[in-house]
């Protein structure tokens, strides 16, 4: 993740708040985070998933057949 974008400080915040979070509780240390492409172009998913992102949940089949077909 070397990237200074803005989903890349994003996600290091996120991924630093889960492992601060984390050492509190007694919880498992197995988090996935899963990106939320709704209202997504498929530049910011790439990007998302180029800073480690493998997860993305989307709200239609129609949007995620049409990301997806853009996105191999």
Known sequence: MESNSHIATTLKTIQDNI?????????????????????????HILEAYNCGIKDFGENYVEEMVEKAAQVK
Not at 19 to 27: D, G, I
């Open 19 to 43: 492992q601060a979070a984390l050492k509190e509780s007694k919880f498992s240390q197995n988090v996935r985070i899963v990106g939320a492409s709704k209202f997504k172009t498929v530049e």
